[in-house]
């Protein structure tokens, strides 16, 4: 009833660049607001994404327009993956009226209508009955549309999830599920939370099919999302794909990680980086030099600092915007 694995696409040298250099966005980005936020320029929480990178990019190189999204708090690379300018998702994060949220949301909430982003959702598990919602409204339409629902491997053990896996199964709702699952649920290894050997296989029981995917492989992902997103298309209902990634970082600036060793993370960096082993694929595939590798990081670096000088120079909210946004519109609209 379920694969295992999906079989890797071949892949142009540009589409391997153009997923080098969304990566490579996203770690620069994290990287920035790592630093803006012990400057005291960010405030609140702030979940960083460095290592996941090839989950986001991945899928999002399946996904059509009109498809939509939806994710918890460590959001910051799912809104530059979906094309989110970096300017306004900066700005945002340091709470300026340039700011995708006009500086209200901040790091966990913010939306874009225009990329069919719905958030960063700060309440663990809370998108995953939203992002079935969405799904639900786009069958009605009859549009053939998608949506992307991310949550991790501590929300999967929330009771809302299965309820939403019991609802998405019984209508047939173009919904695929994506489990990211970097091992810790904030300091809490999966296995000191869960007996489960596979969170997909959860689905099972509710007859949704699903797989384990290589989160650190962006052509895996890639591969694993074009069949679960032909599926949802195909009228078949949910699909659950449980990317099993890591993050470098703690659970937000705030965790110091003690819960796992320096070696562990730098093992992990040395030998399943998902950036590196792209990397690896265009210089061994002589697809592009050093050179010209190091020319790309400076032109992501560029336009990240330009993102954070756009920021910084973006004014404070007005007193008014207290009272704007308050209310929202015909739902209808919304979602068409």
């Known amino acids: 009833m379920a694969s295992r694995k999906s079989a890797k696409p071949n892949v142009s ?5 153009t997923f080098y250099r969304e990566m490579l966005l996203i770690r620069r980005f994290e990287e920035k607001a790592g ?4 400057m005291g320029l960010i405030g609140g929480f702030c979940h960083l994404y460095i290592g996941q990178e090839a989950v986001v990019v991945g899928l999002e190189s399946v996904a059509e327009e009109g498809d939509k999204r939806i994710t918890s708090y460590r959001d910051h690379g799912h809104m530059l993956a979906c094309g989110m300018d970096p300017r306004g998702v900066m700005a945002e994060l340091t ?3 340039g700011g995708y949220s006009k500086g209200k949301g901040g790091s966990m909430h913010m939306f874009s209508r225009e990329k069919h982003f719905y958030g960063g959702h700060g309440i663990v598990a809370a998108q995953v009955p939203i992002g079935a919602g969405l799904a639900f409204a786009d069958k009605y339409l009859g549009n053939d549309r998608v949506t992307f629902t991310y949550f991790g491997d501590g929300a999967a053990n929330q009771g809302q999830v299965h309820e939403t896996y019991n609802m998405a199964e019984l209508w047939d ?3 695929v599920f994506v489990i990211e699952n970097n091992g810790y649920a904030m300091g809490t ?6 007996k489960s050997k ?9 007859g949704i099919e699903g797989e384990e995917v290589d989160g650190m492989d962006v052509l895996a992902v890639k591969a694993a999302g074009a069949k679960a997103v032909k599926h949802c298309r195909s009228g078949k209902g949910p699909y659950i794909l449980e990317v099993k990634t890591y993050r470098y970082r703690g659970h937000s600036m705030s965790d110091p990680a003690k819960y796992r060793t320096r070696e562990e993370v730098q093992k992990v960096r040395e030998e399943r980086d998902p950036i590196e082993n792209v990397r690896q694929l265009l210089l061994t595939g002589k697809h592009a030099s050093e050179d ?3 020319e790309i990081d400076k032109e992501i670096k560029k336009i990240v600092n330009e993102a954070a000088d756009f920021a910084r120079e973006s004014p404070e909210p007005d ?3 207290l009272w704007t946004d308050i209310y929202a519109g015909d739902v209808r609209q919304e979602v068409a």
């Open 292 to 294: 010209d590798l190091k």
């Open 319 to 321: 007193e008014s915007e």
């Open 13 to 17: 040298k540009d589409e391997l660049l």
């Open 95 to 97: 709470g300026r009226a």
């Open 35 to 38: 630093q803006l936020y012990g």
């Open 198 to 206: 596979d969170f997909w296989e959860r689905g099972l029981s509710f």
């Open 173 to 175: 709702l173009p919904v």
């Open 189 to 194: 290894a999966v296995k000191r939370a869960t």
